[in-house]
């Protein structure tokens, strides 16, 4: 009797080992193929130096909380089947306070965290230093709920002013410097770095080294209101004379004439946009926003300039509202239609709501707008090895 419930213990256990290991084999051939460089998000198709650090401790971790876990239920499964009751009435071997079990049951987990914590706090501390030495510096600021990105040029003022795509070179190191004069947000691009908050009254710094080209997809991971989700934006990375082409034609502004503008002149904004114009700035057209300079920024932070995104250029981005909309005129239409609908909270939906404009405004709007690109044309966005088309252009939903 007692051999064959041996028996039975060991074919039990066999079984139960094989299936667990069946299982794993399964997911573990499935899982690199739902999870690569196709999720925009994914935090383990890392691109930088900085991303792959943050990887191997991700691995480690992984790994060790695997063979924990596997460990454990291998311990349970086998306790469970060798030590259950086989007569009426039997009780198991009291062995509380036994100081032995005790001591090894304290000391394994203590050597799993210092196995994670010793290269976990090496590399915070070698992110930090890298902030220290870089090749450019971006300024980011988070606004509710898209983001204001200026580029320092070297007397120290912002030249360059846009919004929620950030154009790098390829193979520089880039240190964004985070700013935030509203609620806490946090900058995240997880093929890149880390997330890095912004907080209202302190600068906190960011590293990366661009070594692949393309463009990543980044998102606000602090929740900070009604759009938090709608906080996106992308960081394209490009060869850097690419880039310098980028900042020239960012420099020279928008092109000075259009055929598609009934007026044929970039400086004349329509009428229809007066409204527009006291939140937004168009490089190279009379500002009417004098007076919305954002006031709580000490001045020597370059504060973020005006309450709407800086529109010059607007014909060359890919999406509007944050990564919120595809840049099509149907969706600039759309949005200036009614953007409290499209992305809730916004400050824009607090003066434009659906018949602030009419349909001819719009139209008229929508052609201005989409025209403000460079006399030579909107530069190329470079294409991301191993990423697909589909992923390269995709509709945010
Ligand atoms: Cu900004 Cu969430």
Redesign the pocket.
């Known amino acids: 009797m007692q051999r064959s419930s041996d028996r039975w213990v060991r074919r039990t256990s066999a079984r139960l080992v094989l299936l667990v290991a069946a299982l794993f084999a399964v997911g573990g051939a499935i899982l690199p193929g739902v999870v690569s460089a196709q999720s925009p998000y994914s935090t383990i198709s890392p691109v930088t130096d900085q991303a792959n650090d943050i990887n191997d401790i991700y691995k480690l971790t992984f790994w060790l909380s695997l063979i924990v876990f596997v460990g454990v239920q291998i311990g349970i499964v086998y306790t469970v089947l060798s030590y259950r009751r086989r007569a009426e009435g039997e009780r198991p071997e009291q062995i509380h306070g036994n100081k032995t079990l005790e001591i090894i049951w304290t000391i394994i987990p203590a050597i799993i965290l210092l196995i994670i914590f010793i290269p976990t706090v090496r590399t915070i501390y070698a992110h930090d230093d890298q902030v220290n030495n870089p090749d450019l510096v971006v300024e980011v600021y ?1 606004k ?2 898209w983001w204001e990105v200026h580029y320092p040029s070297e007397d120290g003022e912002s030249k360059i002013v846009t919004a929620n795509e950030i154009h790098v070179p390829q193979g520089k190191r880039v240190v964004f410097h985070l700013y935030t004069n509203n ?1 806490i ?2 900058f995240w691009v997880p093929q890149l770095s880390g997330k890095m908050d ?1 907080i209202p009254g302190h600068e906190n710094k960011l590293a990366i080294d661009t070594d692949t080209p393309g463009y990543f997809f980044g998102q ?6 009604d759009s ?2 709608l ?1 996106r934006f992308k960081v394209i990375v490009e060869p850097e004379e690419q880039f310098l082409a980028w900042q020239d034609a960012w420099l020279a502004g928008p092109q000075q004439a259009s055929g598609d503008l009934a007026g044929g002149d970039i400086a004349a904004v329509p009428q229809s946009m007066a409204l527009c114009m006291t939140c937004h700035e168009i490089n190279g057209v009379e500002s009417v926003a004098g007076g919305n300079a954002v006031p709580d920024l000490p001045e020597e932070l370059d504060a973020a300039r005006t309450f709407g995104p800086n529109l010059s250029l607007l014909g060359c981005r890919t999406t509007l509202a944050a990564g919120t909309l595809r840049n099509t005129p149907e969706n600039l239409a759309s949005w200036l239609h009614d953007p409290e609908g499209i992305k809730p909270g916004n400050y824009m939906g607090t003066v434009i709501t659906p018949g602030s404009l009419t349909d001819e405004q719009i139209q008229e709007i929508v052609t201005y707008l989409e025209s403000l690109q460079p006399e030579e044309g909107c530069g190329e966005i470079p294409v991301q090895p191993g990423v697909t088309e589909q992923v390269q252009v995709q509709d945010p939903d």
């Open positions: 988070g509710q709920w609620v947000h946090s912004l606000c991971a602090e929740y900070c209101g938090h989700a906080m």
